[in-house]
């Protein structure tokens, strides 16, 4: 055999002893696995970023908006990955492995990263999240984002104010009225008791809402970083076995 013949049969990958193969299947077995860890840390992010982000305006801090896009760049990229480690195992190219473990490796440690940093942004929010509160309020009315935003927040968390209705002196937005059905509320603003408007003040719903969505998005991570360790593994297993 020539030394170009040997060297892509090399590449390509020749024959395999029993483990190899067990390997080779586990492997692409992860990456299927990984495929759809994806497809839900995709999916968990879009939902998170529609339906669950609307207190993100009231927040000065920009950090809430950019964990949710590295979640949804994440989900991406591991759908991606995933078709690159099938091929490459399936295949058995030494090549496509390399660089399936060199961009799992910096995928992983991006990961590891953002943990890090969504855990002190958490820690920061639950400190500063009453002021920031505090110092939208004036800006309701009269910018339409903030408006939107206290009226999305009173109307999905049913609270009222930051801390109680209080906190609007005698401005209590229609979204704190009761919801009767879509479209139509009680008339609060006359009568002020529980039965009309929301008494809850926001702040702690608010805060209950960010550990939910922190935790959802936790459970995803812990579940793909093991998926990620062991692709890991794996590949550089299948990797050693490739003649």
């Known amino acids: 055999m020539s030394t170009g013949s040997a060297r892509n049969h090399q590449d390509m990958g020749g024959s395999m002893d029993g483990c190899g193969r067990v390997v080779k299947m586990c492997l692409i077995v992860i990456n299927v696995a990984t495929f759809i860890g994806g ?9 998170v970023y529609e339906a669950r982000s609307f207190p993100s305006t009231l927040m000065s801090n920009n950090m809430y908006i950019a964990s949710l896009v590295v ?6 990229a591991l759908m991606l990955l995933s078709v690159l480690g099938c091929c490459g195992a399936a295949r058995e190219v030494k090549c496509m492995l390399l660089t399936y473990y060199t961009l799992v490796f910096l995928i992983f440690v991006v990961m ?21 509160l505090y110092a939208s309020i004036p800006y309701y009315g009269v910018t339409p984002s903030y408006t939107l935003a206290w009226d999305d927040t009173q109307s999905h968390l049913e609270c009222c104010g930051v801390r109680s209705y209080k906190d609007w002196n005698d401005n209590v937005p229609m979204s704190c009225c009761r919801e009767v059905y879509p479209g139509k509320r009680l008339d609060c603003k006359s009568f002020q008791n529980p039965t009309t408007m929301y008494l809850d ?5 608010t805060i209950e809402l960010l550990r939910q969505d922190a ?5 995803v991570a812990i579940i793909i970083t093991i998926l990620m360790l062991l692709a890991l593994i794996f590949s550089c297993a299948l990797f050693s076995k490739i003649q």
Request: glycine residues 16%; positive net charge.
């Open 71 to 76: 979640v949804l760049a994440m989900g991406a």
């Open 39 to 47: 497809a839900i840390t995709l999916g968990v992010g879009v939902w």
């Open 201 to 205: 003040g926001c702040l702690q719903k």
């Open 112 to 132: 590891l990263v953002g943990g890090i940093l969504q855990f002190i942004f958490r820690e920061k929010v639950m400190k500063t999240l009453d002021r920031e």
């Open 215 to 219: 935790m959802y998005v936790g459970v």
